[in-house]
T-cell receptor, first 112, second 113 residues
Framework: EDKVVQSPLSLVVHEGDTVTLNCSYE??????LLWYKQEKKAPTFLFML????IEKKSGRLSSILDKKELFSILNITATQTGDSAIYLC????????????FGTGTRLKVLA | NAGVTQTPKFQVLKTGQSMTLQCAQD?????MYWYRQDPGMGLRLIYY???????DKGEVPNGYNVSRLNKREFSLRLESAAPSQTSVYFC????????????FGPGTRLTVL
């Protein structure tokens, strides 16, 4: 059965800390992995990863994919209270089905 | 450019009532999706439409029907609502089918009593 597992489930840090969020997957015919940030409403797109070892960066956020070990990490450096959110990982599922399989998310709280 | 819009934002139903959740996108995207989000369960795909005129079941389709009315609109219908369908429902769209970013609507919070 295809699945996506995120860890930790929740995390509390102080402003300025660096955090690493994990996403592991078991999906047939993997095509891409996506990271989203969800604050109060709709998830918003952060990164899409398709190739192993190539880091994607956006400001203080970065992400990398390991297709051999079947996982991805999302790093956030110098965290701010505005980073408090649920971070979702999704994997593009079996070819031809157009299904995205989401993990349960990591809830990050950044304290001032 | 409104992106993905959903109506209503909130809804309370009694068990057995029916309703339709509406979704529209103005980005000329081919694919559209309906998800539900429950605490501790993440987002689960209910139905999706790879392109206009086609729909397919996702992970949790039971109790739901969908219509891809045209390229812009994708509606989700609950024929006979049950308390287990209490959830937050998100519509999403993506430019292409597969391996592409999804853009989400603001969600509909549905409570079934």
């Amino acid at each position: 059965e295809d699945k996506v597992v995120q860890s930790p489930l929740s995390l509390v840090v102080h402003e300025g800390d660096t955090v690493t969020l994990n996403c592991s997957y078991e999906v047939t015919n993997f095509r891409s992995l996506l990271w989203y940030k969800q604050e109060k409403k709709a998830p918003t797109f952060l990164f899409m990863l398709t190739s192993s070892g190539i880091e994607k960066k956006s400001g203080r956020l970065s992400s990398i994919l390991d297709k051999k070990e079947l996982f991805s990490i999302l790093n956030i450096t110098a965290t701010q209270t505005g980073d408090s959110a649920i971070y979702l990982c999704a994997v593009d599922g079996p070819s031809g089905t157009y299904k995205y399989i989401f993990g349960t998310g990591t809830r990050l709280k950044v304290l001032a | 450019n409104a992106g993905v819009t959903q109506t209503p934002k909130f809804q309370v139903l009694k068990t057995g009532q029916s309703m339709t959740l509406q979704c529209a996108q103005d980005m000329n995207h081919n694919s559209m999706y309906w998800y539900r989000q429950d605490p501790g369960m993440g987002l689960r795909l209910i139905y999706y439409s790879a392109s206009e005129g086609t729909t397919d079941k996702g992970e949790v389709p039971n109790g739901y029907n969908v219509s891809r009315l045209n390229k812009r609109e994708f509606s989700l219908r609950l024929e006979s609502a049950a308390p287990s369908q209490t959830s937050v429902y998100f519509c999403a769209s993506s430019p292409r089918t597969g391996a592409d970013t999804q853009y989400f609507g603001p969600g509909t919070r549905l409570t079934v009593l």
